[in-house]
């Protein structure tokens, strides 16, 4: 019997980890009729749009502000996150530089799209509504850039 979902991605994750001590790879296959585990892989973000992304967050601040402020991001699975960071202003909060999540873009491997996502004070991410999906990863940092509904600097 085939098992799909939750149930097969956790009993596959506990053998897995009384097999070996290593982490688990970030794509898991098993020996199911589809070869890879529902829901579980994860499309990596294409190199030349993490480029893009990463030139866009140098250029977003210039370069006499860079010792208050950054503006950063950060790859994870098919997710990159754009972090503004801020210097430590207090010598309570240590000297840590503070790290504020702005804005979330996802590629969805196999539509070949781009989805922009907004951050709640909850901080939950919601799908950005004005502008669903995009092909140019370019589109949605100029929407992130000019902020039509202050959503994302404020």
Do not use: N
Request: charged share 30%.
């Amino acid at each position: 019997m085939l098992r799909w979902g939750a149930d097969h991605y956790r009993d596959h994750v506990r053998t897995s980890a009384r097999e070996s001590p290593q982490p688990l790879p970030r794509q898991l296959f098993c020996g199911c009729a589809w070869g890879r585990i529902a829901g579980v892989a994860e499309a990596a973000v294409p190199e030349l749009a993490l480029a893009q992304v990463q030139r866009w967050c140098r250029r977003r601040v210039p370069a006499h502000a860079l010792s208050q402020v950054r503006v950063e991001c950060e790859a994870a699975g098919r997710d990159v996150t754009i972090v503004e960071c801020r210097a430590p202003w207090s010598p309570d909060m240590g000297p840590e530089w503070t790290r504020f999540p702005v804005a979330r873009i996802r590629y969805l491997r196999s539509r070949g799209v781009w989805r922009l996502y907004w951050r709640d004070r909850d901080e939950r991410w919601h799908e950005y509504p004005d502008l669903r999906f995009s092909r140019d990863v370019s589109e949605l940092l100029e929407e992130i850039d000019s902020d039509p509904t202050a959503i994302f600097w404020g």
